[in-house]
């Protein structure tokens, strides 16, 4: 369906009216996170090497304590019925048919239980944390009796950025939907009648909120209650409570990650949030580098953000990741064409880090092998 | 009233003839200093952190010896009328209700007593010293009798920058508008219409001109009267002259730094005067730091040019700033929409700042705790 | 026929269906490694010199042994019968007469056998190795018999890179014509009829496939067929077969430099295969001085990938090449009008290579003696 | 008649026909060098200083030992008639009564001889070698004859650049004017009028040419008798011949500098040819400095190329130049208004120079005092 990536895009962009488009492309403020995002893993150069060719290359690795066909897992992704119908499911069917990490969002329109029946596969949960602790603790509850290999914390998230986009869209708590907005949705009457007949909500937290049926209502119960700012003592609690892998995701700090590690985290994912949280901040793969100085060889990093290609992901190898997270680049697929698109993304990706890594003469697709294949700008 | 900064930006453009838009918005000559104060900021990088936040963050500060709610002043502004009638009045109520120091420029439309009068609230005073010494005692005393709490005294316009755009806008002392600048004035009635019924004038100086009433001929009767160059003499004069607090602005050297500093400045407003006189000058951002290590840390310094966020004002207490001056950044509200423009545009900065310190984890807005949320590019 | 490079390729841009010429603008995935290769030419910097001018500048030199009237040769590019037909013959015969050796590429249109009956003068062969001993040894075999001086061989295409513009214009094995594809190449009938008339084919590889006369059979029984990557064991085999000089094409990196050289390579072109392979990988220019200097002085270095003018070929000694190879510079002038085209493209080179040494001063057309001309930025 | 620089060069394009103005505008080639002049310029920074100002700014010089109001003169244009009639007699009246100094081409449209008569002024003559020597010989008389007081040597011209521009109009020798070229000139009937009516030639080669009246004639006779490179036995020749001052316009180098002033250069013109010879060379801002320390504080070094307003002017003085020669930025005015234009042009780059000066608190116009204006990049 798809040759290369830009297609997925095109044809997600196709799909979707375009304010929910935006709400997937855009990042907070300027931007400028995002644009960094994307220029710091373009102006990296890889080392091109003809000789020293292994006959196959090995794509295969261990991510979160899970086997991974490839260095790359499933980003959570909230919201996701805007872009496809029952689209966690979609997404972690694609995943698990092609071998990689799933993580569910807490702000996921399909439940963890839904999720965890149709799909038949282990999948990672995402938490944003509550104010009220015994949200918490139920969620968890539940992410355990999912039997959730992992759980990944995100710490980024203090308070949640401004993304113009959303705002000139009227995509706001509550909505503001303008008649320009409402015109621009009827030239997707495809994606409105998905939308009708299966009107989207926040799975997870429907059980929780007045009116669970509705993704406006549950949005607007949810968002004073989130915690924001997680804190050490937080972060001590669910290592204390949660009994399987731990996850820390939302760290560009050398600081923070050795703390992250001290406290038990079993894998950090370095990441902005895509461009959509603290706007200014540095792109990933600048700061990849430094952090891997500082938490020495053994904490497993997964980098998070920017990652668009098979490049990408050689690229984070490099500079010393265990292995990516993707968003958009998985979405794109999705709302293109659902489990077909994402499973469509994820063979382009595995497809051009092969390509990649045969290029490079890299064996193996883990931090240490191919280290060399990389130089900084 | 608007949803993020560039709202209120789109707005003022909508409002305002071309050429009185440009007025606002150009810098000298090529624009080069114009276009380095935004790039400049925007290539600094903000430290995300996760764990280090404290509950709440404190926004207050202290101004030229004033309280204010952020760090944070209005700039002066002259000409204010032709943004909006009684624009000071406007701006300056905005401010005092939100809590940030205000700044009346000698040629403001109102006068110091009108906006004495009118806003109840203590207001700075920004002097262009006159080549007649006679006035300026005149404006000092008119200052001192309105309580401003702080004389700025504006040394970096020896000479008035050359504006390309205000010259092809026929834009000059005396104004040259051509059939095509009519035009274009016309299609903005509602501006015309204010224009018409309270035409502006400059406030402080109509006592002194011929005809007070008029904008241009007060103008063309000021023009060839002002100092320009501001000697150390003068500022000892004024120093000895002036009981309460002094504040030079317009200074992007060390030395000048310094030597300000020595005749008694209390605060220096580090400036470029918004690319708008030496085009070729540094950022104000790319100089800060050498300035404040020059002077030491006891030198009250302010980020004066390119301010356009709360975003920016982070930056500028990394860089060593205790606070900013903005200039169009409020203007743009106080041509969008008068006082509740400038309280949308003050209200937009002070939550970015919140936004940024919460995700820089920064408790304080002073200088010295935030230094290290910025790594110079 | 045309009086500065630029018209050759508006020209050729007119006379190719724009698939075709995207076959030949284009490079792998995003083009990064293919705009790497014309920025970083062009931010070298030529040094202007004007009392040491010699009466006379010498552009003659030895390439792979042969004799050259300038430092440069042209590059192996198959699939030569879609730009023109009878390619090869045409490109050969040019060169032949200007005096630069020509390199045939094993994917030629025209077998070994027809230009060497009808060029008349020697000739190179690049070899891509196929995983069938055989059927190598049959190519060299042949090109033995033909007399050729040289075997180029490729090493950099381990796999093949992923052309976007390729894949989004249908030009894959097998091919994907839509309408929209015929649409476009029905706007150039002279090229259709040329190609009708003159349908190309593989010709070194019919005589192995089924249907030898049909370019997308001979091509789809020869993809599957091609061994990829070379190793260190199969460069010693061929330079244990192969009669003559040796070249390895395709090399990027210092190791494998020194690894082609102790093997027995007379010459080694460095290249990334004009941007088409692995994108991302650096350019040539920027690698060039540190692979000269890991090999040392005595190794014949070529420098292929994103020459366009003579200025870059002396640029490309004064980095310490023995001289360059060029693609895409002189297919356009094939394109735009056969063997006269390329005489045209081979003109203005050298005449731009006799200006950029006149006015640097330059008398010979060696890396040593024009090191100096050059500062890398 | 102009308010700022753009204006004059907007007029000019208004008043010339497309191709003439491209031949005025373009630079050689890929016009790397012409773009690398202007942005080597903006991205120095001008020093902001306020409180050292002096009274009033001195920008009276001495050039080529003579006096002038401001450290500017104006650059030899060839072929000037095609941008205005009796174009070297309007500039050179501009020049003197401005007080600069003006150096007249051996390609001027008027001849030495009218120029003398008409001016009243002294003036410079540019000298491009012929190979005959009694054509250099009488030409140096004939600048004696009219007391020309200096004598610049053109030594950057060994061969002339390939000015793409000029080529695509068809402005090349003999002239290959296509249908497409007329009709642009056609559109320009103001100039055609004026071209008609005063047909320009070379003047001062008109004598030794066949039908002298012609410029194509006379261009065409010129061409192949150029000497191009000039040696260091030409040098010493010329130093030798002429009685009064020599200067050597078009070096960038340290040692051709250095050479130069040993062989008796009493200025050098630091010059790239304003980007119109070797494409690629680095811009003249660059490598003032360089030069610069290389010979020493006492020899007159003079900045060519790329200059456009009294900032650059500044800088360059900054960079260690005693002065600028000005090509296009008063080409401009010529073209827009004659005599007229070219006042306007020296005008604005006076006040812009005043202006830069007073706001960097540099007092003179001289080498020395205003190094520490500029900060290089
Ligand atoms: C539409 C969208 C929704 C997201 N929702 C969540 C979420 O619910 N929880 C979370 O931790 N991150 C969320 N993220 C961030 C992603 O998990 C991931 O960090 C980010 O997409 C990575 O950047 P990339 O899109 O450049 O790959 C979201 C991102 C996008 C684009
Ligand atoms: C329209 C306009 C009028 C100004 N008038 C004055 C003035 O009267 N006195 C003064 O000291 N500065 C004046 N300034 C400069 C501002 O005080 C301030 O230094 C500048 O706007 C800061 O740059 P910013 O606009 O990028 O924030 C003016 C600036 C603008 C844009
Ligand atoms: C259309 C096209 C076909 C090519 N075919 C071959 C080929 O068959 N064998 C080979 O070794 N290289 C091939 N190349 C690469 C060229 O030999 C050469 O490395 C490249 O064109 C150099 O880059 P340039 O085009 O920027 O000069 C091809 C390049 C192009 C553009
Ligand atoms: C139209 C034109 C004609 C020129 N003719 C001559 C000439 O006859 N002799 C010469 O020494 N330089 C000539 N030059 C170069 C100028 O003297 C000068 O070096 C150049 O214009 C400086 O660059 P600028 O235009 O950026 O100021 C010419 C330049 C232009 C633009």
Request: aromatic share 6%; with cysteine.
């Amino acid at each position: 369906m798809a040759v290369h990536p830009g297609h997925l895009k095109a044809a997600a962009k196709r799909r979707l009216p375009s304010a929910v488009f935006d709400f997937l492309e855009g990042g907070s403020n300027d931007e400028v996170t995002l644009k960094r995002n994307l220029a710091d893993f373009e102006a990296l150069r890889l080392n091109q090497r003809v000789f020293d060719h292994v006959a196959s290359r090995n794509l295969r690795t261990t991510l979160f304590g899970q086997r991974a066909s490839m260095p790359v897992a499933l980003a959570p992704i909230g919201m996701g019925g805007v872009f496809h119908p029952r689209a966690e499911i979609h997404a972690a069917r694609a995943a698990a048919s092609f071998g990689v990490p799933y993580c569910l969002s807490t702000l996921s329109s399909c439940s963890i239980e839904e999720v965890a029946a149709e799909v038949g596969a282990p999948f990672m949960f995402q938490l944003y944390m509550f104010k009220d602790r015994a949200i918490n603790a139920a969620l968890l509850q539940r992410a355990d009796q999912a039997h959730c290999p992992a759980l990944v914390l995100n710490v980024d998230t203090a308070v949640q950025g401004r993304r113009n986009r959303d705002l000139d869209n009227g995509l706001t708590i509550p909505l503001r939907l303008r008649p320009q907005h409402i015109v621009r949705i009827l030239q997707k009457p495809r994606w409105l009648l998905n939308w009708l007949l299966k009107k989207p909500t926040l799975g997870n937290l429907a059980p929780y909120s007045p009116d669970g049926s509705d993704l406006a209502t549950v949005s607007a119960w949810a968002e004073p209650r989130f915690k924001g700012a997680v804190t050490a003592a937080d972060l001590e609690w669910i290592r204390h409570t949660w009994p399987r892998k731990l996850v820390v995701k939302g760290i560009l700090d050398a600081e923070d990650a050795k703390l992250a590690a001290k406290l038990g985290a079993d894998a950090i994912v370095i990441s902005n949030h895509g461009g959509r949280q603290l706007d200014g901040a540095s792109s990933t793969a600048s700061m990849l580098p430094g952090i891997r100085e500082a938490v020495g060889d053994d904490v497993e990093l997964i980098l998070d953000s920017g990652v668009r290609s098979g490049f990408d992901v050689l690229k984070a190898l490099g500079l010393g990741a265990h292995g990516c997270l993707i968003g958009r680049a998985f979405v794109y697929g999705l709302a293109a064409g659902g489990q077909r698109g994402v499973a469509a993304a994820l063979e382009l990706i595995a497809q051009e880090l092969d390509e990649a890594m045969t290029l490079t003469g890299t064996a193996d697709a883990t931090p240490c092998r191919v280290v060399s294949c990389c130089v900084e700008l």
